[in-house]
């Protein structure tokens, strides 16, 4: 009864999440369960199409008729195959770090960081609005804490000298915020880092593969990438859309991590499709980046055409783009009517964002055509100014 009541709580308070059921490949277009078809799709981390491109999906098939379904075990029993190693150290080599450990997700990577790293001795000094993913890492360690303000340089460094006490000091920050679309000032953080002989780590899962000149991410874009120390990144947006995640960084960390990171010793190791997905995907990464720069004109084009016509969109030049709308039920509602109008949007409310700040967060693609684009905008516009959000 008390679950059922905490229900209609949510229910009542209009951020209830309902799940839409999509019964084709992911992509620009989708094809919904029911019947829903030609759906324009405005709200995946497939940041470069990668999940369903040809190449990676033949990848995928490749490694599961040679290397089987799954390990059935975690890592040092019997679950590392050749392929997980050549994927381990074709993530080091994209991000120009000395090893890799991969994970089940980014989520997993985050929860096993900082337990292994970080003592009693330690500080850990973390973004106010980074993932929840990180969050709870920090939850687990038992370091001392301290959590500055959103970007606010001012407060990171009166709480870097606060900090100076303890043996090690760890700046924790996402590289780009996911739900706000703004990218960190790491050139300020790393020079801060610097001066009060600190470590920076980076959550790169909304960066990694379209950030920089090679979607390095955004230690490449802000030229800072041998002044950070920890990278963590997905292997399930941009790069092939699937699952896992990894840590990069120096060898004796990952070689800690595969000694002592929970998350890792106690979870099966990737299936080798995935692995295969992923592989493929950096492969195509490093040949090209021409994939990776085919998304500056398109966010481009949809923040400025969504701001011409009276939307405030947060962030700056980054293919999340959220809508602020504030209140919750107008974001929900919002979102339905787009999809009446064949653009699948979701509305974004506490607790994934907090409260009065709801939003409908449109992702962009390097797969969206300048016409899909261009629709999404219309469709916004009729819908903003139907439900009084656009005069």
């Not at 999509?22 to 497939?46: E, W, Y």
Request: some cysteine; hydrophobic content about 40%; glycine content about 10%.
């Amino acid at each position: 009864r008390r679950l059922e009541s905490e229900l209609e709580d949510i229910r009542g308070a209009g951020t209830w999440k309902n799940e839409r059921v999509i019964a084709s490949r992911q992509g620009p277009h989708l094809r919904l369960a029911g019947g829903g078809a030609g759906i324009l799709n405005f709200c995946a981390n497939n940041y470069l199409g990668l999940s369903s491109h040809p190449e990676v999906i033949r990848a995928a098939v490749e490694a599961l008729e040679k290397f089987g379904a799954g390990l059935s075990s975690v890592r040092f029993i019997c679950g590392t195959q050749s392929i997980h190693k050549d994927l381990e150290e074709k993530i080091a080599r994209f991000h120009q770090r000395e090893d890799a450990i991969l994970y089940a997700s980014c989520f997993d990577a985050n929860a096993g960081i900082f337990e292994a790293l970080l003592t009693p001795e330690d500080a850990v000094l973390s973004d106010e609005l980074n993932h929840a993913s990180i969050i709870d890492g920090i939850r687990l360690c038992k370091a001392n804490k301290y959590r500055y303000k959103h970007m606010d340089m001012g407060d990171l460094e009166a709480k870097l000298q606060d900090a100076q006490k303890h043996r090690l000091r760890l700046v924790a920050t996402d590289g780009a915020f996911s739900m706000d679309g703004d990218i960190a000032p790491l050139r300020e953080i790393c020079e801060l880092a610097q001066k009060y002989d600190a470590l920076v780590f980076i959550d790169e899962c909304h960066a990694t593969g379209f950030l920089g000149p090679n979607g390095r991410g955004t230690d490449e874009l802000l030229g800072v990438m041998d002044k950070v120390t920890i990278i963590n990144s997905t292997l399930g947006k941009a790069l092939g859309g699937a699952a896992g995640g990894y840590t990069t960084g120096p060898k004796p960390l990952i070689d800690l991590l595969r000694q002592r990171s929970r998350p890792y010793l106690f979870s099966n190791s990737l299936p080798p499709a995935v692995v295969g997905c992923a592989s493929k995907a950096l492969d195509l990464l490093m040949e090209s980046n021409a994939i990776a720069q085919s998304m500056a004109a398109k966010t481009q084009r949809f923040r400025s055409k969504m701001t011409a016509a009276g939307f405030t969109i947060s962030g700056k030049d980054h293919p999340i783009c959220p809508v602020m709308l504030g209140d919750a039920r107008l974001a929900a509602v919002m979102a339905e009517d787009m999809l009446n109008r064949g653009i699948y949007v979701i509305g974004f409310s506490y607790p994934v964002v907090p409260k009065g700040k709801a939003r409908i967060r449109v992702q962009i693609s390097a797969v969206h055509s300048d016409e899909d684009i261009d629709r999404c905008v219309e469709a916004f516009t009729e819908v903003g100014r139907k439900h009084g959000a656009l005069p």
